[in-house]
């Protein structure tokens, strides 16, 4: 049967207002310098017409990744795109910024690096990437380096690379605006970090460089773990539990494989607080590695579950007493890196598909804490809302385009429980003006939702074009995509008279009334 929503505008309860910035994006340190990421899946699995064949784990997680040169920051294209998104946090970091050496002398040819580092990144590659932050009207956030090559485990952190990092962004007026020490600490033997690195030894130095931060660069927000604690996104703060819990979550041997620690054991003790809470998450694990842990993975067929979609917000209801704990209790709460799936994304991360998950993450996410999702990435790998290389705007993008023109940053209770075919969220109207801006998104795959509407407003219909798997989106059946000298196609919606309208199977819904 179709559900029913009635939008009431008389009826609506403020929840909070959000951050600005609420929908940022990464920029990894890998596609700054070069290096190895998540493979591309072919035109046949995203079609999901060909399987994704199993790593061959004796190799690692090099047996999922392919080489790929530095993102050309100063490309046209990438530079308009991510300019009308509005100013974003944009943040640098990853794995492979754990293991980046510096290399502001040109010391180390290509390919090279000095002893404990992996990589180099050089001085104007950096500058490059300031450049563009400076062009799209970003606001810059990055970790630093803390690997074998800066210091032994048993030795502290200290700051030779950090300060060059600093001070040249500081000087070239593009100061880092927040940082995070390292990314996803809690992964002790696969974040890049010392060998046989200790969270007493983390704690020890990330104190050091919280301090060398509040001494030197005062300014500048202090955000962390940025962790992947499975236990804690096991139970939320009302005793549920997700189906991708912890416990369940890796095949046998797996946990051995990848040792991690928890939230706990990175901050409790710790003499310098954060100023933000931060944790990242995924919408579990992708077909690259389902046969890692099969209970994380979710097959296509119920990409619009209600399990599979709930993940944002019991993440984001897990967390608040973490953040509360160890940092700004009812503050803002940072999530530095999501998407829908871990390992790359699925196979449908650059069709309409996502699109669903996209949007319901920033609804859910906003209803329950105010802060700001880095979505994992900008332009680089399949769950990129740009194409790697030619840059070529994906059905997310303009989703989050349409999110940022038409939803404010007030945030209100809709009336409505979130339900199988109707999540509904309400904000204030973007423009400013009186009213409200309403997201109805239909989860259903057979039945259409009815939406009532009090008064006369504009629709803007979202739906995949020809299929949930197409790689554009249909705007009120008009083609998103990009014509000539990349000119952007007019978002607009179509006017309606109060009455009742439809969101198809599968479709998402702005209502501006």
């Not at 591309?40 to 080489?67: C, L, N, R």
């Not at 809690?186 to 030894?201: C, F, I, R, V």
């Not at 209803?367 to 840059?391: C, E, M, P, Q, R």
Request: with cysteine; aromatic share 10%; proline share 6%.
């Amino acid at each position: 049967m179709a559900e029913y929503v009635k939008l009431d505008l008389s009826k609506l309860k403020e929840i909070r207002s959000v951050n600005p910035r609420l929908v940022s994006y990464n920029i990894e340190m890998t596609e700054v310098t070069g290096g190895t990421f998540w493979k591309a899946y072919t035109q046949a699995q995203i079609d999901g017409t060909e399987q994704v064949p199993p790593p061959d784990f004796s190799k690692g997680f090099g047996a999922m990744h392919q080489w790929y040169d530095p993102i050309d920051t100063k490309n046209p294209r990438l530079i308009k795109l991510a300019k009308e998104l509005g100013s974003c946090w944009i943040r640098v970091s990853g794995t492979w910024a754990t293991k980046t050496y510096y290399d502001w002398n040109d010391e180390y040819p290509k390919g090279s690096a000095p002893e404990g580092y992996n990589n180099v990144l050089k001085k104007q590659q950096w500058l490059s990437l300031l450049d563009f932050v400076k062009a799209v009207d970003g606001k810059l956030k990055v970790s630093v380096s803390n690997c074998d090559g800066l210091h032994a485990h048993d030795e502290p952190w200290h700051p030779s690379q950090a300060e060059l990092l600093f001070a040249t962004s500081k000087e070239y007026g593009v100061p880092i605006e927040a940082v995070e020490f390292v990314n996803e600490p809690n992964m002790l033997k696969h974040s890049g970090l010392p060998k046989d690195y200790t969270p007493e030894e983390f704690r020890r130095d990330q104190d050091i460089f919280h301090k060398w931060i509040r001494d030197n660069y005062p300014e500048c927000l202090i955000i962390g773990p940025s962790d992947t604690d499975p236990k804690a996104m096991t139970l939320d703060a009302d005793g549920n539990r997700h189906p991708f819990a912890a416990e369940t979550a890796l095949s046998a041997g797996v946990a051995e494989a990848l040792p991690y620690c928890s939230t706990a054991d990175l901050l409790d003790g710790c003499k310098e607080p954060l100023d933000i809470f931060s944790y990242h998450y995924y919408n579990g694990i992708s077909e690259r590695m389902a046969a890692m842990m099969p209970a994380a993975f979710t097959p296509y067929e119920q990409c619009m579950s209600e399990e599979y979609l709930g993940t944002a917000s019991h993440c984001a209801r897990c967390f608040t007493s973490y953040r509360d704990k160890y940092a700004t209790p009812n503050g803002e709460m940072w999530v530095t890196e999501s998407g829908d799936a871990g390992g790359g994304g699925h196979t449908w991360a650059s069709t309409y598909a996502e699109v669903i998950r996209t949007l319901n993450e920033i609804g859910t996410f906003a209803t329950v804490t105010d802060g700001v999702i880095f979505h994992n990435t900008l332009a680089s790998s399949d769950y990129g809302w740009l194409k790697h290389g030619s840059f070529e705007p994906r059905p997310s993008y303009f989703a989050v385009l349409l999110w940022k023109k038409l939803m404010g940053d007030t945030v209100y209770d809709s009336g409505e429980t979130i339900r199988p075919g109707a999540h509904v969220f309400a904000h204030s109207r973007k423009d400013g003006r009186e009213g409200k801006a309403f997201l109805v998104i239909n989860t259903s795959w057979t039945e259409p939702t009815k939406v009532e509407l009090p008064a006369p407003g504009e629709v803007y219909e979202l739906c995949g074009n020809g299929s949930m798997r197409s790689r554009t989106m249909l705007l009120c059946g008009r083609e998103l995509t990009l014509s000539e000298n990349d000119a952007l196609p007019e978002l607009c919606g179509r006017k309606v008279e109060s009455g009742v309208i439809e969101v198809a199977p599968g479709g998402c819904t702005f209502i501006v009334l």
